[in-house]
């Protein structure tokens, strides 16, 4: 008992120390604290710090040694930072009803605002009501996935990071939904068969087709960054890892966090054509909005731009070049066993991989031993591995002759082999 309020800060509930991981902020909060831990462990380490007097008189045994307690270390973290995810997702379905739930009151209080002096009309009500079915919808969609991200799930990419086509489908599909949902509404509303013929016109495809058009594209190029992501994963020419958890600036960014062009560029016009959409709507809510063909190409521009984007991301890492380390006062000379050797190439580090627990798994094969790339701290990061650059011994197990030398990255993609000399 003692333990378990220990656990909860003291409590018997969850209190602000709770790091169980039973509820969100427990989560949240054991990955900060772990996540802190270690960045006070390894900045340590950095200074020469807290190593054991029985590996500090050798660089390669305290390198080692060091290398071994970050690894451990960032296992933690990574562990902690899974837990943390996976919270967020389970309690994310909670937020998806409030969110639809606000969106309700905000379009009734707009609705409500704009009828002084105008009046309440059907298609005032057949909108609040098509608002409150796909608000329904979402949140009922949310529990039964609940597990798995809520109304999130479907645009939640194979890498648990948001899908910026898949996000930009989705919310064509609900805007024409809500769409078609006026209408019915209507129609179910109308008395007079003059207003009826108009309100089924008003689906007619020479009405819609810019936003049936768009729809049709930005649903085909979800689809088919999905395949081409797919294939270049396989084949080894783009490299993915898996994120904690998916985060909004995943729609805008890369893996690594940074922003990207055609991410951004396809949000944004989408987003004003959304937002174009919405006014017409409201202004002929008796037929579907009628996208200007211009508008709608414009859209479609920024779709190809996206889908160009995609194909040329990524690249299959490359050695380069394999030479032997050589520190300040150090001979020139050949290879050889227990020497470090420098691997220069490009690639090594897969975009989203920076952390420490991705960093470990790297391994060099230099004949038939894997050799893990050490991690060698330096204040607020790593210098060994890096993107361009790997530093690791050459083990005795290795024999002399020529070998080959090939680096295996995070996301698990092979470079090419470069062949070097072991000499005695």
Sequence with gaps: MAVQEARHGGVGTHGGGCECGDCPHGAREGHRRAAAEFAL???????GQGLPAAVAHSASASR??????????????????????????????????????AA????????????????????????????LVVAGALTAASWFHRARGGALAPVIGEDNRLSTSR?????????????????????ALASAHGDRDALISGLELRRGAGVVTVLAVVCGIAVLVRRVVGLRVLGQRLQKVRADRPRAADLLTD?????????????????????????RLARRPEQLPDLPWGLAVVVLVSAATYLAGKYAEGGRPVVLSVVRAREAGDLDGPIRTGD???????????????????LSRMVVRIGPVNVHVPLVPVAGGFSNPTDSLLTVPVPADVEPGRVEVQVVTAAGVETNRCVVEVTD
């Design 41 to 47: 462990r390894r900045d340590e380490f950095a200074a």
């Design 64 to 101: 080692q040694w060091v290398s071994e307690e970050l690894t451990q270390s960032a296992g933690l973290v990574a562990e902690r930072g899974r837990a943390e995810g996976g919270a967020w997702l389970a309690g994310l379905w909670r937020r998806t009803a409030g969110v639809a739930l």
């Design 104 to 131: 309700v009151v905000i379009l009734l209080l707009v609705q409500a605002l704009t009828a002084v002096g105008a009046g309440w009309t059907p298609a005032r009500t057949a909108g609040l009501v098509a608002a």
């Design 167 to 187: 996000a930009v489908a989705v919310a064509w599909v609900l805007f024409v939904a809500y769409a078609v949902l006026v209408l019915v509404g209507q129609l």
């Design 255 to 279: 893996d690594a966090g940074r922003g990207t062009f055609a991410d951004i560029q396809y949000v944004v016009i989408n987003g004003v054509a959304l937002v174009f959409g919405a006014v």
């Design 340 to 358: 470090d050797i420098e691997i220069r190439g490009a690639g090594f580090v897969p975009p989203g991989a920076q952390n420490a627990d991705r």
